[in-house]
């Protein structure tokens, strides 16, 4: 186990901080450090590089002779500038966020040492691993870090008496709550009673929505519940804009 620094950990919480990746960077080096002196005693036949889901941190361990695996990984989307059809600060924020996803994909040391060094890349999602494929020559694997397995969702739809709609995301305007908002307004019920459970947020958002749809806020939840929300609704409704 390696420790972070107790100011690196708190950083870590508010996504985004910049000075959180210089801590993170200094984490990851102990990591290597760590990583070489078990080496001289133990031998591996595989090493594993997972991290927070993006691709700016790929860490040190490609650099041993060990075949190692990356992933998954993600954050390589680009966001949708026509979803932001004003000249507003949140359209600014895009285009640069856009043109430092490139810049860094293409340009960034240790992100195209990375990409060659590991044995193996692990996409979080499709359309990553189809922006990844026109950088480099790879062939990721995909593992969904949001999904559901197969099942017949028409079946349970039609069998049910009230239908149950989830929406799970942080309270960023990225993952876009009010696309989901303007969609479950403008559904005709057909007299079926209709539940839009929220997840991740906070704030009451009940306000916004017809009275045709009754609104259940649940908050932050554990990953176990979160599994057994999943399980016990008919659609998950996914609006994000960077995945």
Known sequence: YVSMPKLGQRLGKTQGKWLFYVFYKYWQFKVY????????????????????TGFREP???????VPSV???????????LIMERRLTWDWFKIFIKNWLIRLQLRYDPFVRIAFTGFSEVVISNQSAADTLIGYYDLKPSIINENGLSSFSVINRVLQATVI?????????WTKRLDIALTIMNSIDTKGVEVEFHVVGIDSNVAASLNSNVTFVNHGILGRNELELLFKSCHINLFTSLSE
């Not at 860490?59 to 002779?65: C, V």
């Open 70 to 80: 990356w992933g998954p990984i993600g954050g390589m989307n680009t966001y949708p």
């Open 164 to 172: 149950r709609v989830l929406w799970v995301g942080k309270d960023l």
């Open 33 to 52: 450090n760590r990583v070489k002196i078990i080496l001289k005693t133990e031998n591996f036949s595989l090493l594993h590089q997972l991290n927070m």
């Open 59 to 65: 860490g040190f361990l490609h650099r041993f002779s």
